[in-house]
């Protein structure tokens, strides 16, 4: 045997090896994506039932979820910045008209919460999850996921 042939690799042997780890690399990364994916909607999910409890608690405290007749955003209140769905001035409204469906919170891709005035019990929330879809817990208990926004009182 020659001296030369026991010295390494050839170029193509390591060639071999560079793209079989190339291909290992991309299936592990693209399993990861997924993974973190679920991860973030399982997070999202726990969050938004854990407020869930925290608005009830909060409810059986206060006895409502903010100050109905306040114009301005109460400070510490469940939801605040209110904006009615039926065209109330929030600034000059001495008190929100009975009946109405207010959207309390709707930050674009975070969070939409829905409450009925004057049931103070009443309300919805729903947040868009990573892999598609809305996920939604309202006053009655229910936690699920749904294709269309929260529009409504109710998941």
């Known amino acids: 045997m020659s001296r030369r042939a026991s010295l390494g690799f050839t170029l193509i042997e390591l060639l071999v090896v560079i793209a079989i780890l190339g291909t290992l690399a991309s299936i ?19 969050q938004l039932s854990e407020m869930r409890t925290a608005a009830q608690i909060y409810f059986e405290t206060n006895g409502d979820y903010y100050s109905v007749c306040d114009s301005t955003s109460t400070p510490g209140a469940m939801f605040d910045r209110a904006v009615g769905l039926n065209a109330v001035n929030s600034v000059s409204a001495s008190c929100y008209p009975s009946g109405s469906l207010y959207k309390k919170v709707d930050a674009p891709g975070v969070i939409t919460v829905y409450q009925k005035i004057p049931s103070p019990g009443v309300w919805a929330a729903s947040i868009p999850l990573q892999r598609g879809g809305y996920f939604c817990v309202d006053f009655d208990g229910s936690a699920t996921t749904t294709n269309t926004a929260l529009s409504n009182i109710h998941c």
């Open 28 to 46: 592990v990364m693209s399993a990861l994506g997924k993974a973190r994916e679920r991860a973030a909607d399982g997070a999202i999910k726990q």
